[in-house]
């Protein structure tokens, strides 16, 4: 029996719908931001509101500013968090998620409880 898949509608290289489990869906690219580390953890911060990026790097411990200053780009390039600059001197930036981060935030927020849970010290 055959069964017809999106490879056998779509052009080389592309997805016809998002379906994570096919190679080429550009789905992947947000489940691989949203199950990295940093990116689950930024957005947890973010949940409480409004944040620096200071008030980033100081909360999300082990964090280089290399790295958070990546992983912002990457929320930011993707609409899950907003980056507002304030004209004032010294420069404020604050990140912020936007609603489609916000909804994201939320099936995180569980699997972090259950890693928390689930998870013994050592």
């Not at 609603?99 to 689930?118: D, Q």
Request: positive net charge; proline residues 4%; contains cysteine.
């Amino acid at each position: 029996m055959l069964r017809s898949s999106a490879s056998d509608t779509a052009p080389a290289g592309e997805c016809a719908r998002n379906d994570v489990y096919a190679a080429m869906c550009p789905c992947r690219d947000m489940l691989d931001l949203l199950a990295n580390k940093w990116s689950a953890l930024a957005i947890g911060a973010l949940e409480q509101g409004p944040r620096r990026f200071g008030q980033l790097r100081r909360q999300l411990e082990g964090i280089s500013s290399k790295v958070l200053s990546h992983t912002l780009k990457r929320l930011e390039d993707e609409n899950l968090i907003t980056r507002t600059v304030y004209a004032e001197v010294p420069v404020r930036v604050e990140y912020a998620l936007t609603e489609l981060g916000t909804s994201a935030a939320t099936p995180l927020k569980h699997l972090r409880n259950w890693v928390e849970t689930n998870t013994r010290t050592r």
